[in-house]
């Protein structure tokens, strides 16, 4: 495979604000993890806003970076597709965290375990995939990560549609059956933010292959 990192030339820049972006999304959902875990009527959205800050940073830098050097083979579409990718994560992370802090007294932290312990393994395999783009990874490796990351999404949904039988079996107050939906949906969508990474790091390594 063309080495991706040679094709930066001198921006290998780039990968380290990739892989950093990536770390910021792992770190997001780990601390959404915690805060779940801990939650005992004190909501903080304080970890959650700092990794969406940390992740917007790092996209406007590689914006502008991309202003500054020219790219030649790798498209530069692909960069910008994968930082904002990136950035949607921690993004929809905190929004959940948002609507969490107002329904939280409806609902019981543990009910969204599965789902989230699924979004913390699907967060490792975006970490590992864009570490792997500046290492001229082969195509094999990279669909066995990715073909990973399909199998945590199947999951999910299946988890999904066990919530949603429950939701909608009638033995649910409706209040507390619209906010566990809501949540559920928001957690659900952290996930497939995770697979939509992954399919374009898969993407590009396809590409240059």
């Known amino acids: 495979m063309i080495s991706l990192a040679r094709l930066f030339g001198k921006s290998d820049r780039f990968f380290e604000l990739l892989a950093t972006s990536a770390k910021s999304a792992h770190q997001s ?15 903080s959205l304080a970890e959650l806003a ?20 020219f ?58 995939m864009v570490d792997m783009l500046g290492k001229s990874p082969k195509l094999e490796d990279i669909k066995a990560e990715n073909d990973k990351m399909q199998e945590l999404e199947g999951r999910a949904d299946q988890l999904v549609l066990g919530h949603l039988r429950e939701i909608y079996s009638g033995s649910i107050e409706p209040i507390r059956a619209i906010a566990m939906r809501d949540l559920y949906d928001l957690l659900e969508k952290v996930i497939d933010r995770c697979r ?7 993407q590009i390594v396809l590409k240059n292959s």
């Open 29 to 43: 959902i780990e601390a959404l993890a915690r805060m779940l875990k801990e939650s005992d009527g004190n909501v």
């Open 71 to 128: 790219v030649t083979t790798l498209d530069r579409e692909d960069i910008e597709a994968l930082s904002k990718a990136l950035y949607r994560i921690p993004k929809t992370v905190e929004k959940f965290g948002e609507r969490y802090e107002i329904m939280h007294h409806l609902v019981q932290a543990d009910n969204f375990a599965p789902q989230m312990a699924i979004a913390q393994e699907a967060a490792s395999v975006v970490v590992r």
């Open 196 to 202: 939509d990474t992954g399919n374009i790091v898969s």
């Open 50 to 69: 700092v990794a969406r800050r940390n992740e917007k940073k790092n996209a406007e830098t590689i914006s502008e970076e991309l202003v500054k050097v």
